[in-house]
């Protein structure tokens, strides 16, 4: 399987302010891969480094 791979952020409709990022499913796959569906994440962008982080809530 693999820890990397392409996704894709997405919005529903020109309308729609809330944007959805796919996980490729080798990503997905993964036994290493660390969240369940439906599960709930915190995500927070991290503005220094150029990057948006997702995290098990705790």
């Known amino acids: 399987m693999s820890k990397e791979g392409k996704g894709k952020v997405i919005q529903l409709s020109e309308r729609a302010?809330?944007?959805y990022v796919t996980?490729?499913?080798d990503v997905a796959g993964d036994d290493r891969f660390p969240f369940?569906?439906?599960e709930?994440?915190?995500v927070?962008?991290?503005e220094?480094?150029?990057r948006v982080v997702?995290?098990?809530v705790e």
């Open 54 to 56: 997702v995290e098990k």
């Open 17 to 19: 302010r809330t944007r």
């Open 48 to 50: 220094d480094k150029h």
């Open 23 to 25: 996980i490729p499913a």
């Open 44 to 46: 927070r962008i991290e």
């Open 40 to 42: 709930e994440v915190t």
């Open 36 to 38: 369940e569906t439906g």
